[in-house]
């Protein structure tokens, strides 16, 4: 884990990155229909302001809400669950109203087609972050701390 503001700088980055990028192509593939190639390339044009809000907003809030559920005393896998889901919590509605208004073409049923693509992101975004992205993020930095030291 991040030991100084630089490392949780570099780590803040990567672990949005990945998230917000697998959860842009994913809502681009709901709205074509399908998966395809371009996906990938499409995703990179939507990325920054997930990514500034991640950094800037989304980061601080979560870690203040979950310490609220847990204290820097329990062990540091609790920790990291917590804190990671929240983030999951604070960005899924965030990056759903995002993707509603950028793919859906909701028209007068912005609300309704927000709230299902929240609902229908949200197990998506909570597997992928803890299941997948977080250890992927975690391990790699790991190794990277392990090679600079």
């Not at 999951?88 to 993707?99: Q, T």
């Not at 992101?121 to 803890?130: D, E, G």
């Amino acid at each position: 884990m991040p030991k100084s503001k630089l490392q949780n700088v570099l780590f803040t980055i990567v672990m949005a990155f990945v998230m917000v990028y697998a959860l842009v192509c994913y809502n681009i593939a709901l709205d074509k229909g399908g998966m395809s190639n371009e996906i990938f390339l499409i995703a990179f044009h939507e990325i920054v302001i997930m990514l500034l809000l991640e950094f800037f907003i989304v980061e601080k809030f979560a870690t203040k809400l979950a310490f609220r559920i847990v204290t820097p005393q329990d062990r540091p896998i609790f920790i990291t669950l917590a804190i990671s889901s929240m983030i999951v919590c604070i960005m899924c509605p965030i990056m759903s109203f995002i993707a509603t208004l950028l793919f859906a073409h909701a028209g007068n049923q912005l609300i309704a087609v927000w709230i299902q693509k929240t609902f229908m992101n949200f197990p998506v975004a909570f597997f992928w972050q803890i299941f997948i992205a977080g250890p992927l993020v975690r391990n790699l930095f790991g190794l990277f701390n392990k090679k600079s030291k």
